[in-house]
């Protein structure tokens, strides 16, 4: 993987769309028609391709950081899955690239299914990966709460994060991981200190913080989707219940496949990374209408 000196230096380029700069990343041929991944909470663009890129060098894959986090700024003011899908249909706009098959993992098939369903022009097809898509799923961990409260906010982005942060980031991957064990040199590869930076942190909190209401805001309207989807989760996944999840909006989605792998944890685009090749593959044939 290409880098820098500085191991969280970016990778890719950058395109300003309506004054918020954006960090991506493109592998693969370039006459392939393209694929949109979006990764996950707290995460950049990076730690699908460390997962992905090997088994996705027949696709010409668009790696983007989310709004907000790795090397991407976000807009100031309220800020939603709403307003992140708009901005990333924006993007595509201005890179000529739809429709895509996007491709989202974990909180990034939240936005997935957003830009699907607000921006149906932009996407052909969708494959989800462990993804968090329904709400309910719990109250928001308290830092991430009071990471925007006065006083304790900016005492939690530049004490606390800083100093005791970097320690948690293996036992936070291994929790994702399990009960698979965490790839060597995951942390470092997938330059996963980035979420450490004031800038990064707070974003990623005011995702999470929200979560519960920015799903109920949208998961009435997963039926309203037609793009072919598969989703692929986990049978042990501690992180997102793949059946409160991935079984019930598969069901609900009128075009959607659920592969549920087994014994597998919240990451399995890294021990099945060919599986979810095949699938993006698969939808992009149904997208075709060759399959």
Same mark, same amino acid.
């Not at 992140?84 to 739809?98: N, R, T, Y």
């Given at each position: ?5 500085? *191991? ?11 004054? =918020? ?5 493109? =592998?693969? *041929? ?10 996950g909470a707290s995460a950049n ?5 460390? $997962? ?5 060098? !027949? ?10 986090? $790795? ?16 901005? &990333? ?12 098959? #996007? ?18 022009? %932009? ?14 799923? $719990?109250?928001? %961990? ?18 606390? #994060?800083?100093?005791? $942060? ?37 974003? !990623? ?7 519960? %209401? ?15 989807? &598969?989703?692929?989760?986990? =049978? ?5 219940? =793949? ?11 009128? !075009?959607?496949?659920? &592969?549920? &792998?087994?014994? %597998?944890?919240? !990451?399995?685009?890294?021990a099945h990374a060919g599986r ?16």
């Open positions: 993987m290409p880098v820098g000196d500085d *191991p969280l230096s970016p990778i890719g380029q950058f395109i300003e769309i309506e004054g =918020t700069r954006l960090h991506y990343h493109v =592998t693969g *041929p370039a006459d392939a028609p393209p694929l949109l991944v979006l990764h663009l990076r730690e699908p391709l460390m $997962g992905l890129g090997d088994a996705l060098t !027949n696709e010409r894959v668009i790696w983007l950081d989310r709004p907000g986090l $790795g090397h991407s700024q976000r807009p100031s003011g309220r800020w939603n899955p709403q307003a992140e899908a708009a901005l &990333i249909a924006q993007f595509l706009g201005a890179l000529d690239a739809g429709p895509v098959i #996007v491709a989202g993992h974990s909180w990034g098939g939240a936005i997935s299914l957003r830009l699907a369903m607000d921006h149906p022009q %932009a996407v052909s097809g969708i494959v989800l990966v462990a993804p968090a898509v329904r709400a309910n799923v $719990g109250e928001a %961990a308290l830092y991430n709460r009071a990471t925007h409260w006065p006083v304790i906010g900016p005492v939690i982005t530049r004490l606390i #994060v800083p100093t005791y $942060g970097r320690a948690q980031l293996e036992s936070g991957a291994a929790s994702a991981f399990a009960p698979d064990p965490v790839p060597e040199g995951y942390v470092e590869e997938t330059a996963l200190a980035l979420l450490l930076e004031a800038r990064v942190w707070t974003a !990623n909190a005011a995702d999470m913080a929200n979560v519960n %209401a920015h799903l109920e805001a949208q998961e009435e309207r997963y039926a309203q989707i037609t793009q072919p989807t &598969i989703i692929l989760a986990g =049978t042990e996944d501690s992180v997102v219940a =793949t059946r409160r999840h991935s079984v019930p909006v598969a069901e609900t989605m009128p !075009n959607a496949e659920l &592969i549920l &792998i087994e014994g %597998a944890g919240h !990451n399995p685009h890294f979810v090749a095949e699938a993006i593959m698969t939808v992009r044939g149904r997208a075709a209408g060759v399959d």
